[in-house]
């Protein structure tokens, strides 16, 4: 499908609009910007000959499409990219590669990226399952300009995103690398990364499954997702980093990563997200794993899933200072299970394996009205296996609880994950509570067969669980703030003894931790590295 060059975006820079949009989504007011592209004509540029600043030509990306060459620009040590290279009225449907630049260059983006072409099945069309690959190279770092912008894989398109933990590699906004002191990189300066992939949504029926015609619009600019490939590939990031991102986009927030329906064959791996202006990452349907994952003073949740999202999560850091809502927000689904209209979809409720996680916030309110942070909600029918989690919380105050089985009166299907958790549905194994709340109240009080259900015996009498309450960070976390100390204590100093599950015997994705929580105070890994140069760029 080719678009239209006219869309309407929304505006963050001077009032931001903050109202729940079911999961706690964000939404701010659009306005309308023109970012059209006469691509009828050859709009390519030449490079001009820039160097790094050692004397040596740059090297900026380029491609050929429709039999014009198109060439980003050296300036200085950066390369530009008009938007006759690339805009949101472009899709590119040839591969390319991104290289690095040395001496701190960057490249820099004035329009969208937009890799592949987006077809919307219902129309008959059919997906090209050899699309474009969009490459980058480990250092390289890519900055938008214009606030709308954002990274978009189509399905059927690749994104080979390899970078290393001491060359990550870093989408950003123009702020942090214009080299103007008077300006400063901030949440929301630019749309963020979205991959569209064909794995399996709750939004698609099965007899539409059937016939690969599973389409559902993706949050911004009009794009689709969904399928029957629970083994889709959309591709590899792995070491990068994702800042300043989450610009609302056609009335829609943007994730600094959004996937949607993107399948288990895609590798995600070493991700840290900064600042951005919903939540760090989301997840619409789809069995992609999550592995070693740093999320920090995101706008809303670091961890949002939906849409029947069915994958492994294992080393995942959520650390909220002056941002941020819950560490993990889950939906299950907008059906009921086991209702009539529930039997005809292709896929289930949200029921992902997590292991090894932390979430650590001080619960007070946010700058700018932002969320009181808390651990983990759950609501709309959801599921999940939880072991060696390690939540961390200094506030008593309701909304920054530990966790939280949403009741509210005007949610339907509320009692739905209480009932999950009853049957053991939603467990926790290995894990540790040490907050100021350690659960939210039942605002509706429960009935029939859930009367009795008290979900602090429920938590103490899963596998191995403690709350031990709050007493201190430094009971708990190590000196970095956010690895598990060698030795817990509670709020009383006594030691307490908590054995980590050993996830390995429940699928190969996982490793043998031995320990709770993210990351074990003193350890020596890559994984070290990458919370510790996490942290450091946080910090900046």
């Not at 329009?111 to 008959?124: E, M, P, Q, R």
């Not at 994702?242 to 895609?266: C, M, P, Q, R």
């Not at 909304?399 to 049957?423: M, P, Q, R, T």
Request: net charge negative; proline share 2%; aromatic share 8%.
């Amino acid at each position: 499908m080719k678009l239209s060059g006219l869309f309407k975006v929304s505006l963050v820079a001077t009032a931001i609009t903050l109202a729940g949009c079911g999961g706690g989504d964000i939404n701010v007011t659009p306005t309308t910007v023109d970012n059209s592209v006469d691509n009828s004509v050859d709009n390519s540029v030449t490079n001009p000959g820039g160097d790094d600043g050692g004397g040596e030509a740059l090297s900026c990306a380029t491609y050929t499409l429709d039999g014009a060459t198109f060439t980003g620009e050296a300036k200085g040590t950066n390369c530009v990219y008009s938007q006759a290279f690339a805009s949101n009225a472009k899709e590119i449907t040839s591969s390319f590669v991104i290289p690095a630049l040395g001496n701190g260059g960057a490249h820099v983006f004035e329009g969208a990226l937009f890799i592949g072409d987006d077809v919307d099945t219902s129309t008959g069309a059919t997906i090209d399952g050899n699309g474009p690959t969009l490459s980058i190279e480990a250092g390289a770092t890519i900055a938008f300009t214009k606030p709308e912008s954002f990274i978009r894989i189509a399905r059927g398109a690749n994104i080979e995103a390899i970078g290393e933990v001491d060359k990550p590699i870093i989408f950003t906004s123009i702020k942090e690398v214009d080299g103007d002191d008077s300006t400063t990189a901030q949440i929301g300066d630019w749309g963020g990364v979205q991959v569209n992939g064909r794995g399996q949504s709750i939004r698609c029926t099965a007899a539409a499954a059937a016939q690969d015609m599973c389409n559902h619009s993706a949050e911004g600019i009009v794009s689709y997702y969904g399928g029957n490939d629970p083994q889709d590939s959309s591709g590899i990031l792995k070491h990068i980093v994702i800042k300043y991102a989450g610009f609302g986009v056609e009335g829609d927030e943007l994730n600094g990563l959004t996937l949607n329906a993107v399948g288990s064959g895609t590798t995600i791996d070493y991700v840290h997200v900064h600042n951005g202006f919903d939540d760090g990452i989301e997840l619409f349907g789809g069995s992609v794993n999550l592995k070693h994952i740093v999320i920090t003073d995101t706008g809303d949740d670091g961890i949002d899933w939906d849409e029947g999202w069915k994958g492994y999560g294992q080393f995942i850091l959520v650390r909220s200072n002056e941002y941020g809502n819950h560490g993990f927000e889950t939906d299950g689904a907008k059906v009921d299970p086991l209702s009539a209209d529930a039997q005809d979809l292709v896929t289930s409720v949200s029921n992902p394996t997590i292991a090894n996680a932390t979430v650590v916030t001080t619960g007070d309110q946010g700058a700018e009205g932002r969320r009181t942070g808390a651990g983990m909600e759950m609501k709309e029918w959801g599921k999940a296996q939880l072991a060696n989690m390690l939540f961390v919380n200094s506030s008593s105050v309701d909304g920054a609880g530990c966790f939280d089985l949403y009741n509210e009166k005007d949610k339907s299907g509320d009692a739905g994950v209480h009932a999950n958790a009853n049957n053991g549905d939603i467990a926790f194994m290995s894990s540790i509570f040490a907050c100021g709340k350690n659960f939210e109240d039942v605002n509706t009080p429960l009935t029939g067969a859930l009367a009795s259900f008290d979900i602090n015996t429920w938590f103490t009498g899963g596998d191995n669980n403690q709350l031990i309450g709050f007493a201190d960070f430094a009971n708990v976390l190590g000196a970095d703030g956010v690895s598990t100390a060698e030795t817990i204590t509670d709020s009383q100093g006594t030691a307490v003894v908590t054995t980590a599950k050993d996830m390995s015997e429940v699928n190969s994705f996982f490793t043998n931790a031995g320990y709770i929580g993210a990351l074990k105070d003193g350890e020596s890994s890559e994984w070290a590295d990458f919370v510790a140069a996490s942290l450091q760029r946080a910090s900046n």
